[in-house]
């Protein structure tokens, strides 16, 4: 899962950003409202989930928000804001917020209120996936092949999370790279090709059937 932060104080940003690495989430923050707008209505796919400070330079969140309902895009959004009146709650979720933090707050509470936000997706998604002999449960972050659990990094079981959530799909470098790794990532390393290694060799062990395709040139894709 990969979340935007549009926060204005950098150091609670990359506060914030790192403790979500340290959940297993990719992030990435932007420090004003118009370019977390941009961010979001270029490629509104990239982003899982926003965290949107109300007070930002440029364009406040509370606009940000407007906008992106206004055009239907449709992403869960976690309002964060010093206020502490009811009005200026009501006009957030009135605006298309999903939930709203005060600050000061946990990071607790934070990472609580937005696995909520995350289970409730625009499609209902089940919490066991299953390809094939091979289930990926995304509540406990455990994987399975045979009835015998596989142990990988945060980020071999985000690619293949994505990866079962597209069976059969031939899955870009630039896919995987926009699902599992932050926006400051560099795109042109074989970080990619190294993590798909390894996680082939932990899920095809033994005498399984070989269903994690190279697609030469192209990327990658899981077989059913």
């Given at each position: 899962?990969?979340?935007?932060?549009?926060?204005?104080?950098?150091?609670?940003?990359?506060?914030?950003?790192?403790?979500?690495?340290?959940?297993?989430?990719?992030?990435?923050?932007?420090?004003?409202?118009?370019?977390?707008?941009?961010?979001?209505?270029?490629?509104?796919?990239?982003?899982?989930?926003?965290?949107?400070?109300?007070?930002?330079?440029k364009k406040d969140g509370i606009s940000v928000l407007r906008d992106w309902r206004e055009v239907e895009i449709t992403i869960p959004v976690l309002m964060l804001t010093a206020k502490d009146m009811t009005e200026d709650k009501i006009k957030g979720l009135d605006s298309g917020a999903d939930?709203?933090?005060?600050?000061?707050?946990?990071?607790?509470?934070?990472?609580?209120?937005?696995?909520?936000?995350?289970?409730?997706?625009?499609?209902?998604?089940?919490?066991?996936?299953?390809?094939?002999?091979?289930?990926?449960?995304?509540?406990?972050?455990?994987?399975?092949?045979?009835?015998?659990?596989?142990?990988?990094?945060?980020?071999?079981?985000?690619?293949?999370?994505?990866?079962?959530?597209?069976?059969?799909?031939?899955?870009?470098?630039?896919?995987?790279?926009?699902?599992?790794?932050?926006?400051?990532?560099?795109?042109?390393?074989?970080?990619?090709?190294?993590?798909?290694?390894?996680?082939?060799?932990?899920?095809?062990?033994?005498?399984?059937?070989?269903?994690?395709?190279?697609?030469?040139?192209?990327?990658?894709?899981?077989?059913?």
């Amino acid at each position: 899962m990969k979340i935007l932060i549009v926060e204005d104080n950098e150091a609670l940003a990359s506060g914030i950003k790192r403790g979500l690495e340290q959940e297993g989430y990719a992030a990435d923050y932007v420090l004003d409202g118009e370019s977390g707008a941009r961010r979001v209505e270029l490629s509104p796919r990239d982003y899982d989930l926003v965290i949107l400070d109300v007070m930002l330079p440029k364009k406040d969140g509370i606009s940000v928000l407007r906008d992106w309902r206004e055009v239907e895009i449709t992403i869960p959004v976690l309002m964060l804001t010093a206020k502490d009146m009811t009005e200026d709650k009501i006009k957030g979720l009135d605006s298309g917020a999903d939930d709203y933090l005060i600050k000061p707050f946990s990071f607790e509470e934070l990472t609580a209120r937005i696995r909520a936000l995350l289970r409730r997706p625009k499609e209902t998604l089940p919490k066991e996936l299953k390809v094939g002999d091979i289930t990926l449960n995304t509540t406990t972050r455990k994987v399975d092949r045979s009835g015998k659990e596989i142990p990988l990094t945060l980020k071999e079981f985000m690619v293949l999370e994505y990866l079962i959530r597209h069976p059969n799909k031939v899955i870009t470098r630039d896919e995987l790279y926009d699902h599992a790794w932050d926006f400051a990532a560099n795109a042109f390393s074989n970080t990619v090709d190294v993590h798909i290694k390894n996680l082939r060799k932990k899920i095809e062990y033994e005498n399984h059937e070989k269903i994690l395709e190279t697609i030469r040139g192209v990327g990658y894709r899981l077989k059913t």
